[in-house]
């Protein structure tokens, strides 16, 4: 996204002539950046080529990830659904590994059906599930476990997945035991380790205390897993002064562990490949003076985008057109929703707003439109891909009468 003639534009389209041709609020994704992040997250790791899994739970958008399935990657699903929309998208089912703690029969069943890659299982009754059903299928289905490595992400906590007071995964000692109930098997074949601690991971650190671990482990269970499904978790800029992930020294930590174990890496990122595509268009409809704040309510609000409200998380917000003002203010940038954490951010020294001007929130590629709901009975919006001057409809605007 950059001003082009003082207007915010995305590739080679005015934000301003979105708002105006397809309303607001409205998702926009460029394809150009897309394409770009997967290149570098293939270049990072080039020397091992490992296996991408796209974490369809950071965005749902079925023309999208068919766009990522082109592009090369596979799928990390973690529902029914997600496996549905990843096949329809046409993700071959050997390129898609299925994680989550509360995998259901049905889900289960429904995936050996599919042949996928891997079930990645996290408790030794869901090893059992699966046994029981594989075997009733007269079938040898391929499994990894998820070990919880008990090690500290260095992210919120809210979502952080791989201390030992998470839910995700079993413990080492469950662990050993799982692989040596795997072995005796008929219906199950162990082929993958997987871990996954956490998310928006900016500090390489956690991630080479993992590789450490995992080595010992393996050492200690003496199997040879055909795969390390390493997780997602590496985590983005939303915010100039946020760090980056140093993304050579988590490269040379995998190198290192390769050394001794010869599998093949897996990776399920999710915000590293999505997040900073996306762009969620708003209009500013009233401003509202009361006492020293002045608030901005936006037609965009927490059902739309949940982050904010959800993890008090920070999120750039640029006006569609730069004003030949030297105006600023601070503004308190809210939605109509009726929860007070329905609330953006503030904006300091912002060029003066006026009612019915767009401004836009950066960076809601991942787990924005996914974690979207109907709250306040609010239709969902709409979602654009943008590829240079193209604009393509990729999910239409909901409708109330979709709703009532
Ligand atoms: N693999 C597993 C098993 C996961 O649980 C997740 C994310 C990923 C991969 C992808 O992680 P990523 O590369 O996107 O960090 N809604 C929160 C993030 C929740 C992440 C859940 N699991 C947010 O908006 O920050």
């Known amino acids: 996204m950059k001003y082009i ?72 699903v973690v529902s ?28 289960i069943d429904y995936a050996i059906d599919k042949n996928i890659l891997l079930i990645n299982a996290e408790s030794e009754s869901e090893i059992k599930e699966i046994e029981r059903i594989a075997k009733s299928k007269k079938k040898k289905v391929h499994v990894g476990i998820r070990l919880n490595p008990n090690t500290d992400a260095k992210t919120l906590k809210q979502i952080s997945t791989g201390k030992k007071e998470n839910k995700f995964g079993v413990n080492e000692k469950t662990f050993c035991e799982l692989v040596k109930y795997c072995k005796g098997s008929k219906n199950i074949i162990l082929k993958c380790l997987s871990v996954h601690i956490g998310s ?6 956690p991630y080479e205390k993992m590789l450490r671990i995992l080595d010992k482990i393996i ?29 050579k020294r988590y490269n040379i930590a995998i190198k290192k562990f390769l050394k001794n174990n010869k599998s093949k890496i897996i990776f399920e990122p999710g915000r590293s490949i999505i997040g900073d595509t996306g762009t969620l268009v708003s209009k500013v409809i009233y ?14 609000a927490m059902n739309d985008f949940m982050r904010p409200a959800l993890y ?29 954490t329905d609330k953006f951010t503030t904006l300091k020294s912002f060029q003066e707003l006026e009612e019915n001007d767009f401004i836009v929130i950066c960076d809601v590629g991942a787990y924005g439109m996914s974690l979207s709901s ?30 009532v």
């Open 80 to 107: 029914m659904g997600e496996l549905m929309i990843a096949i329809k998208a046409g993700i071959k089912p050997k390129k898609i590994v299925f994680s989550g703690v509360g995998k259901t029969s049905n889900e």
């Open 200 to 205: 928006q991971i900016l500090d390489h650190r």
């Open 287 to 300: 401003i509202k003076k009361s006492g020293r704040k002045n608030f901005v309510i936006i037609n965009a």
């Open 374 to 403: 109907n709250y306040n009975l609010r239709p969902k919006p709409i979602e654009l891909l943008i590829k240079g001057s193209k604009i393509k409809i990729i999910r239409k605007r909901q409708k109330h009468k979709d709703l």
């Open 219 to 247: 050492n200690k269970v003496n199997h040879k897993f055909e795969f390390i499904d390493l997780g997602g978790g590496m985590g983005i800029s939303y915010n100039n002064n946020d760090k980056k992930l140093n993304y």
């Open 5 to 76: 003639n003082k207007k915010l534009s995305i590739e080679k389209v005015a934000v301003e002539n979105i708002a105006k041709k397809y309303k607001t609020p409205t998702y926009c994704y460029s394809y150009r950046q897309l394409k770009e992040n997967i290149r570098n997250f293939k270049k990072n790791f080039k020397s091992f080529s490992p296996l991408i899994c796209f974490s369809v739970k950071s965005n749902t958008n079925v023309n999208l990830i068919k766009e990522i399935g082109k592009l090369g990657l596979g799928a990390d």
């Open 312 to 340: 008090g998380a920070s999120h750039k917000m640029l006006p569609s057109v730069k004003k030949n003002t030297n105006s600023k203010k601070t503004y308190e940038v809210v939605g109509p929703i009726c929860e007070s």
